[in-house]
């Protein structure tokens, strides 16, 4: 099946800073990217579903400004935390289909990246 | 809203036991049912899924039937083994939700599978 490859897999930064994590589709054109979120044993939570080139849909309750997503092209998708603070740590993950999956239970999904602001 | 309960884990098993992880939902609408598996280090991938009441989907030996009655979409599987350890999603799409096929996910269970 399609790969899709998100980067870091974990990553540990100071309440404050911004972190940046990377979703790839390696081989295939990603017209829609969707950005989860999960919080320790609850469940998957979407928080956005992003067309390229156009401006993220943000789900109710997710800060648009913290949670700034670009999807410019084709292949990759970015997700930044701003000022993220220790409430943010968390397990995001992304995933992507293409223009020929009617329904985003095709979409492929990434690794995930596991945040924890300290 | 919809909603999706899926039983606590871990669930620790010997190779070769009979697996069950129980899934029930909430949704206003009719719903599609799915279950996604997560092995280490790789991302979700869909196992099997089911689209309307009485369905049963079936994939690498697991399968899980649509009960519209009781509200849920139990994992089993007759002989796991060592390869099924991952962590297992419970999820619905639902049409009618507002959402189109937007997926609403369990909170995920950790199968552990010893020799």
């Known amino acids: 099946g399609a790969v899709v490859s998100q980067h870091p897999s974990r990553v540990i930064c100071k309440s404050g800073t911004s972190v940046k994590i990377e979703c790839r589709s390696l081989?295939?054109?990603?017209?829609?990217m969707f950005w989860y979120r999960q919080f320790p044993k609850q469940s998957l939570m979407l928080m956005a579903t992003?067309?390229?080139?156009?401006?993220?849909?943000?789900e109710q309750g997710v800060e648009k400004d913290k949670f700034l997503i670009n999807h410019a092209s084709l292949t990759l998708s970015t997700l930044t935390v701003t000022s993220a603070h220790p409430e943010d740590s968390s397990f995001y993950i992304c995933?992507?289909?293409?223009?020929?999956?009617?329904?985003?239970?095709?979409?492929?999904f990434g690794q995930g990246t596991r945040l924890t602001v300290v | 809203g919809d909603s999706v309960t899926q039983m606590e884990g871990p669930v620790t098993l010997s190779e070769e036991a009979f697996l069950t992880i129980n899934c029930t939902y909430t949704?206003?609408?009719?719903?599609?049912l799915f279950w996604y598996v997560q092995y280490p280090g790789e991302g979700l991938q869909l196992l099997l899924k089911a689209t309307k009441a009485d369905d049963k989907g079936s994939n690498k030996g697991f399968e899980a039937t649509y009960r519209k009655e009781t509200t849920s979409f139990h994992l089993e599987k007759g002989s796991v083994q060592v390869s099924d350890s991952a962590v297992y999603f419970c999820a619905l799409s639902d049409a009618f939700s507002g959402g189109y096929n937007k997926l609403i996910f369990g909170a995920g269970t950790r199968l552990a599978v010893h020799p």
């Open positions: 992003s067309n390229e080139g156009s401006k993220a849909t943000y």
């Open positions: 949704a206003t609408g009719y719903p599609s």
């Open positions: 995933s992507a289909k293409s223009r020929g999956h009617s329904m985003n239970t095709e979409a492929f």
């Open positions: 081989d295939f054109q990603a017209t829609t």
